[in-house]
């Protein structure tokens, strides 16, 4: 349990220094300018076909699962096979992903904003259907909107946060970049035509990135 610590402090010191810093400014200005010329709602209006749902209903449900149940099946396979680079890399994916949902959480603690109208959220189920524009429903404070919803998305901050991590493990395994990246966009662009705005897929996947690529290096660099 130890690994999974591993560094810990001075990897959340990393993805908020330097020029790390300067991305999470990037997700900032590009929700800005996502949501001020109307990009949020138009693509809104443009994906809630039951097209979009069917597609995007299996990735909400394995951006949830997966962070938890793939990271213990790499570890088991680890212990069970004495291989010390899948447990190292079990334990990488696991602080990826805690910090992944712990920043984005804090994040929207900060933010508070209100989600897409859809039927499972009480604060939007009211204008489920509408065509009134909702996308600039910020309540900036603590604790306004709650951690579970809103900006940036966790879900997407998770899936590129672990993604990023095993790129930065794996650097020249192309098939496990291209199965990471398509695992993460999957969930990325699945969560911003249901739960979440096009600018919070952007930010997630932003954010994520950086904390999984600090993550990953720290890891890589660490002696076996």
């Keep these: 349990m130890p690994e999974l610590f591993h560094r810990l402090p001075r990897n959340v010191l990393a993805i908020f220094s330097g020029r790390n810093l300067g991305w999470h400014?990037?997700?900032i200005v590009l929700t800005m300018s996502i949501v001020r010329s109307g990009?949020?709602?138009s693509y809104y209006l443009a994906t809630r076909g039951e097209q979009f749902h069917r597609f995007a209903r299996p990735a909400i449900l394995l951006g949830t699962l997966l962070p938890v149940l793939g990271t213990l099946v790499i570890l088991f396979a680890g212990e069970s096979a004495k291989n010390r680079r899948l447990i190292s890399t079990a334990w990488?994916?696991?602080q990826a992903a805690l910090l992944g949902y712990l920043i984005s959480c804090a994040y929207k603690a900060f933010t508070g904003r209100i989600p897409p109208p859809f039927r499972g959220y009480r604060m939007s189920a009211a204008n489920s259907g509408s065509l009134v524009d909702s996308s600039h429903g910020f309540q900036f404070?603590?604790?306004?909107?709650?951690v579970f919803w809103g900006w940036p998305s966790s879900h997407t901050t998770v899936a590129f946060a672990m993604s990023a991590c095993l790129i930065a493990l794996y650097p020249r395994n192309r098939v496990l970049i291209f199965l990471a990246a398509l695992y993460s966009f999957y969930?990325?662009?699945s969560v911003s035509v249901t739960i979440h705005w096009l600018s919070e897929f952007v930010a997630g996947g932003?954010?994520?990135s950086v904390i999984g690529t600090v993550v990953g290096k720290s890891f890589r660099d660490r002696p076996t």
Excluded at 141 to 146: A, E, I, P, V
């Design 206 to 208: 932003i954010i994520g």
């Design 187 to 189: 969930v990325g662009l």
């Design 92 to 94: 990488a994916l696991g």
């Design 25 to 27: 400014a990037l997700a």
């Design 39 to 41: 990009g949020d709602w």
């Design 141 to 146: 404070g603590f604790l306004k909107g709650g």
